[in-house]
């Protein structure tokens, strides 16, 4: 499985998980899709066949619902809650193991299709 | 936004503006003179706020937002301070500059009941789906 990491998520988590082999983006990281709108960060992850990590959770919700009634499928949305993961570097950690263990059980582009899952602590 | 109750006053508007005034009424399906003190709340924060403006969302809340990076509401920036040791390290995590970082924390200070109120609100929000989700995924832990 490919991620995107929505704007508000430490670019440093994305380069963490690289740096463990895994295939992460940063929406931070690309200067020119800094300020793309919802629908055109879904479109982007849906290209490059890569789930969206967010702590946006109502807006990427309605999306990804209204995706999935189109029949224009989705690779998958992965919801943080700031009572799991909190924002800041200090605690980017816990986010990056997380990740990497849904990454490990989840191995394939669509393992998550057009479904929602609320990540746990690794 | 949270107002005072009403008062009345009187404004000569160009008949254009009116009239695209109703039109965009009409589309959001709100009365116009709600619509009329929205715009006009939203254009005095925005001129006393530069690099703050409204965003409406793809769940269609709207939002004070960063300028800049439409996507980071004033409310995400108040969030990551708060778990942050500090405002380099916040503004590092969101890849802002200090400025951008200061334009937020600017407006927060005005406005702190509402972004309060916002976060408050995002967070029962969160809290009671992913409860949900995890009570259909039978892997509830309490």
Known sequence: MRLLLDEHVDPDVAAR???????????????????????????????????????????????????????????????????????????????????????????????????EHWLSRG | MRYMPAKPYSLRLDP?????????????????????????????????????????RAAGGRYASLARRPRLKVSNVVETVQDSTGLDEAAGSLDLSRIELGQALGYYAEFRDEIDAEIAREEEYVDREERLWRERQGLVTR
């Open chain 2, 16 to 56: 254009s503006t009116i009239r695209r005034l109703s039109e965009e009424a009409e589309r959001l399906r709100v009365p116009a003179r709600t619509l009329a003190q929205d715009l006009v709340e939203e254009g005095l924060r925005m001129r006393r706020h530069p690099g703050i403006f409204f965003v409406t």
């Open chain 1, 17 to 115: 998980l690289r740096e463990r082999g895994f295939d992460v983006v940063a929406l931070t990281d690309d200067a020119e899709r800094r300020g793309s709108s919802d629908v055109a960060v879904l479109e982007r992850a849906v290209a490059e066949r890569r789930a969206v990590v967010t702590y946006d959770v109502r807006d990427y919700r309605v999306l990804a619902e209204e995706r999935v009634l189109n029949e224009e499928h989705h690779f998958g949305v992965i919801l943080l809650t700031r009572r799991r993961f909190r924002h800041g570097r200090e605690h980017a950690g816990k986010l990056v193991d997380g990740l990497a263990a849904l990454l490990l059980q989840n191995p394939t582009d669509e393992a998550l299709m057009d479904r």
